[in-house]
């Protein structure tokens, strides 16, 4: 049985239908990346996963562990093991960083709200300096003031932390430098090698130093118009999306 899959999935947003139909999964330890030219349903795709209510689920199912969590709410999704690292994380500078890192293991735990356990203040310390964070983050408001590089490093150090059955990965490399790739790539490793589910967006065949991706999709408006392995980022970065489809259409 797969982890996660994403049957027929037709998602609307502001009453326009953007996911015209997609079906996707990935398994215990797959690391999966989906690929598409800007504006093609990515990032919706994850906001669908995640439950957010503007995004409305017109047909087909998303299932975690073969039970159907399409008429859950996000705080039960990600209770259930799925996180999701957005591509533009909102900030929320009156929550200190520290606390929010604690509400989600405390919220995934099923239990009331605390203040920052030492312990886990410690593991995310060590964590900060393998992902190049500064110690200051975690006193600092959630995204206040935090770099482009900051913010997606803090997102990685979120999904290290909570360890979770699932994680998304919305272009967690875009924006980054290539210390900051690196230690993106060593967690994704890190993840899956423990058995997580890995789904990530990337433009960029630089990832591909730091993760062995199991399978790749490609995605243009709305659908999933191919499936292979990383050769197709390769080739995508090589040529670019356009002449891609180009050639593929040929071949056909
Ligand atoms: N919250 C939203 N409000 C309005 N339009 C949206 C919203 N989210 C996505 N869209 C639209 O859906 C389409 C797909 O966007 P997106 O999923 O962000 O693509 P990608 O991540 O592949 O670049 C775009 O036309 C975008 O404008
Ligand atoms: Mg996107």
Redesign the pocket.
């Known amino acids: 049985m797969h982890m996660l899959e994403i049957r027929n999935l037709r998602v609307a947003?502001?009453g326009?239908e953007?996911l015209k139909g997609v079906t996707l999964s990935v398994s215990s330890g797959e690391t999966v990346v989906l690929m598409?030219?800007?504006?093609?349903?990515?990032?919706?795709?994850f906001?669908a996963i995640a439950g957010n209510p503007?995004?409305e689920i017109l047909d087909g199912d998303i299932l975690l562990d073969g039970e159907s969590i399409r008429d859950l709410a996000p705080e039960e999704r990600f209770a259930k093991g799925i996180f999701v690292g957005f591509?533009s994380p909102v900030a929320v500078p009156e929550v200190r960083f520290a606390f929010l890192l604690q509400a989600m293991l405390n919220i995934r735990a099923g239990k009331k709200l605390t203040d920052p356990n030492p312990q886990v203040l410690a593991q995310a310390q060590k964590l900060a300096a393998e992902l190049g964070l500064k110690p200051e983050v975690f006193n600092r408001g959630v995204g206040a003031g935090f770099s482009g590089g900051e913010f997606k490093r803090a997102e990685v150090l979120q999904a290290l932390l909570l360890n979770p059955k699932f994680v998304i990965l919305?272009e967690p490399d875009s924006g980054l430098d290539v210390d900051g790739i690196a230690a993106v790539g060593k967690a994704v490793s890190r993840l899956s090698a423990s058995g997580s589910g890995v789904l990530l967006?990337t433009h960029y065949a630089r990832v591909l130093k730091f993760i062995k991706p199991t399978r790749v999709y490609v995605?243009a408006d709305?659908r999933i118009v191919l499936q292979g392995d990383e050769n197709i980022i390769k080739k995508i970065e090589e040529i670019g999306y356009k002449s891609y489809f180009e050639e593929i259409r040929q071949e056909l």
């Open positions: 947003v502001g326009r953007i598409g030219p800007n504006g093609s349903g990515k990032s919706t795709l906001q503007k995004y591509q919305d967006s995605m709305g």
